[in-house]
């Protein structure tokens, strides 16, 4: 059933298990303990950064399976993307493994897109088990959007840290955690060029589907127990609420971003973290953690993504950006 941008899931499905991996830098903040897989080098043994974004992404599937008690047999979808040209984390971990593959984009709204994805899969009976999966790394970002690390390039203060990590979640119809409904997002446009500040430029996209699903499920911020938007950062965030606030809704009490959170704070972070990544590893350790020790009851998770690209950047363009939102709940 679909009302306004509002799926909503008659069967419910489940997130039945999750997964996460986070790089050295990650695991020094409060999701290190969450997580599954922590490392120590951020090449992950491999001889090339994208090899090691590649290799989380496979680590994160691959455990999120096995905690669920599946086998490769057993998952009928893998949804997954990534930030780099033509998706090859994603469609390069996906030919590891015997499962059959989407490929998905939304910059680092991804994870939110994926389980949407996955979501709608299972619940209209096109799968019995999907994978929803995405993950990033800070120098293969760096590379692919801004200034290859070599470089040396100042940071500005408004920028964020591209997150390095993976994760996934496996859906299904076991488990406690039930997918309500899913909003999917309009493409939103405020003419920032900077591409260093990445909240600024992905703070109206997460009003717009904020505001969207409260209307279409006809909710308040209220209504859960936290809502949770994907790397805004810091300055993001405080920009999200001021919006929000313009538009009639209080989300200041229990808003959590991922940009926020996932780092310690202090001063070399600047903003906090971003990339897909940034929510992929905060919701499939810290977030379904809780929710799963009964800690939150209802959720909404509001990934963002900003759908530039380097030729775009170098051509003068503005950057569009999205967000999907997904409301999780425990029965």
């Known amino acids: 059933m679909r009302s306004g941008n509002t799926i909503f899931f008659n069967n419910k499905p489940r997130v039945t298990s999750f997964a996460a991996v986070c790089g050295s830098k990650e ?13 120590k080098d951020d090449m992950y043994g491999e001889s090339t950064y994208e090899k090691a974004e590649c290799k989380m992404l496979s680590s994160a599937i691959s455990t999120a399976v096995a905690k669920g008690g599946f086998t490769e047999e057993d ?8 930030l780099l040209n033509q998706i090859i984390s ?17 910059a680092c709204s991804t994870m939110s897109e994926s389980m949407l994805v996955g979501a709608m899969a299972v619940d209209g009976g096109y799968a019995r088990t ?16 801004r200034y290859p690390l070599e470089l040396g390039t100042t940071r500005p203060p408004q ?30 446009d405020w003419g920032v060029t900077d591409v260093n500040n990445m909240g600024a430029a992905m703070a109206p996209a997460a009003c717009s589907t904020l505001i969207q699903h409260f209307k279409d499920t006809k909710t308040l ?12 950062g810091a300055l993001g965030s405080r920009i999200l ?26 001063e070399d972070e600047f903003q906090g973290g971003s990339g897909a990544g940034c929510s992929a590893v905060v919701m499939n350790s810290y977030i379904l953690t809780k929710m799963q020790a009964g ?30 939102a997904v409301e999780l709940e425990v029965e």
């Open 75 to 82: 998952i009928d979808l893998l949804a997954s993307g990534d």
């Open 159 to 188: 920028a964020q840290w591209t997150v390095t990590g993976a994760g996934c979640c496996v859906i299904s119809a076991k488990g406690k955690i039930k997918i309500n409904s899913a909003t999917i997002g309009k493409v939103c």
């Open 90 to 106: 994603a469609s390069f971990s996906a030919r590891q493994f015997r499962f059959p593959f989407l490929g998905v984009y939304s």
């Open 241 to 266: 609420k001021d919006l929000m606030w313009e538009k009639g809704y209080d989300i200041s009490s229990n808003h959590v971003d991922c940009g926020e959170i996932i780092y310690k704070v202090i």
């Open 221 to 232: 911020p209220c209504d859960y127990d936290i809502i949770v938007t994907g790397d805004l």
């Open 27 to 39: 695991c020094e903040g409060i999701i290190g303990s969450y997580a599954d897989i922590t490392l």
């Open 130 to 145: 999907a994978a929803a999966a995405t993950g990033s790394h800070f120098a293969s970002a760096e590379r692919q959007y």
């Open 295 to 324: 800690l939150y009851k209802k959720v909404l998770f509001a990934a963002t993504g900003a759908l530039l690209s380097t030729v775009s950047s170098g051509q003068g363009e503005s950057i569009p950006c999205i967000s999907h």
